[in-house]
């Protein structure tokens, strides 16, 4: 039995999550509404305040849906309760960032700005010029648009420069020593 897909969910008062048959949910919360197609070996049960995510048979795909499916359930509860995050700084002489309206605007050394709407669902926040913060209520959405934006202008290895998400640690590289050339 899958350690993770046996555990319950628990759903917080606010919360309220609607089963159609035994493989669509739709939960919606004080943050927004999220609903998912669930594959057809996994079934739900809500009992009380608490929703049972179980398998049909003892197949090996059900077994590997059976812990994904209670995974992405319980991200949408905690969405739609507590909404999610991704921070992200830049690192770089002159780089900053900038939300004009809803989009967000980036100079990272280009000769242009770069601009990134944000999808439905998903908001811009800056802080001190250089730290970005994506938030929403959709998991899997949030992490597409930071790494969307860590896309536009990925660290460097030899000065570190460019748009990282916070504390990640990028792998620095020696460059060249120009000594030893030809006589």
């Not at 905690?78 to 989009?103: C, D, H, M, P, T």
């Given at each position: 039995m899958s350690r993770i897909g046996k555990r319950p969910i628990s759903v917080p008062a606010k919360v309220q999550v609607i089963i159609n048959g035994t493989n669509n949910i739709v939960v919606k919360g004080p943050k927004g509404e999220l609903s998912r197609q669930l594959p057809v070996n996994i079934n739900l049960s809500q009992e009380g305040e608490l929703l049972m995510?179980?398998?049909?048979?003892?197949?090996?795909?059900?077994?590997?849906?059976?812990?994904?499916?209670?995974?992405?359930?319980?991200?949408?509860?905690?969405?739609?309760?507590?909404?999610?995050?991704?921070?992200?700084?830049?690192?770089?002489?002159?780089?900053?960032?900038?939300?004009?309206?809803?989009?967000?605007?980036?100079?990272?050394?280009?000769?242009?700005?770069?601009?990134?709407?944000?999808?439905?669902?998903?908001?811009?926040?800056?802080?001190?010029?250089?730290?970005?913060?994506?938030?929403?209520?959709?998991?899997?959405?949030v992490g597409n648009t930071a790494a969307k934006i860590r896309g536009v202008r990925p660290p460097e290895p030899y000065k570190g420069k460019g748009i990282r998400y916070l504390g990640e640690t990028i792998r620095r590289k020696a460059g060249k020593t120009g000594k030893g050339g030809k006589k």
């Open positions: 995510v179980n398998r049909r048979d003892d197949t090996r795909q059900s077994r590997q849906l059976h812990g994904l499916c209670r995974t992405l359930v319980a991200n949408m509860v905690e969405g739609v309760s507590q909404g999610f995050q991704r921070r992200l700084e830049i690192i770089g002489v002159g780089y900053r960032a900038q939300v004009q309206g809803k989009s967000l605007v980036l100079n990272i050394g280009y000769s242009h700005q770069v601009q990134i709407a944000p999808p439905e669902g998903v908001e811009f926040a800056v802080e001190n010029n250089t730290n970005v913060i994506v938030s929403g209520y959709d998991k899997e959405l």
